[in-house]
Nanobody
Framework: QVQLVESGGGLVQAGNSLRLSCAAS?????????MGWFRQAPGKEREFVAY????????YYAEFVKGRFTISRENAKNTVYLQMNNLRPEDTAVYYC?????????????????WGQGTQVTVSS
């Protein structure tokens, strides 16, 4: 059974950092293809944050997080991370981990087959 479990969310002050984790299980790690992070703030649509192609480590970011967020993987732990630095109040959202096993490099959420339950990130000013 495929499962993605996020952790690491919380309440922080603006300018601080958090690291989110997404632990994958149920199939070989690399077979997840592309793993991404998305977020959804109250009253807003879900938006793409970053993805990593597990085979090569290629990464891609939404413009609004470039230079602040870093996505990475740790194959031995079947885990993808999202290091978030210099957080802003507008980063407040539920953050979701997702996997697209087709291997397409896409920012479109509807292409991702598997989703975690989400973890809340709240940034106070």
């Amino acid at each position: 059974q495929v499962q993605l479990v996020e952790s690491g969310g919380g309440l922080v002050q603006a300018g601080n950092s958090l690291r989110l984790s997404c632990a994958a299980s149920g199939r070989t790690f690399r077979s997840y293809g592309t793993m991404g992070w998305f977020r959804q703030a109250p009253g807003k649509e879900r938006e793409f944050v970053a993805y990593i192609y597990l085979n090569s480590g290629y990464t891609y970011y939404a413009e609004f997080v470039k230079g602040r967020f870093t996505i990475s993987r740790e194959n031995a732990k079947n885990t993808v991370y999202l290091q978030m630095n210099n957080l802003r109040p507008e980063d407040t959202a539920v953050y979701y981990c997702a996997a697209d096993t087709s291997g397409q490099l896409t920012t479109k959420g509807n292409r991702y087959e598997y989703w975690g339950q989400g973890t809340q990130v709240t940034v106070s000013s």
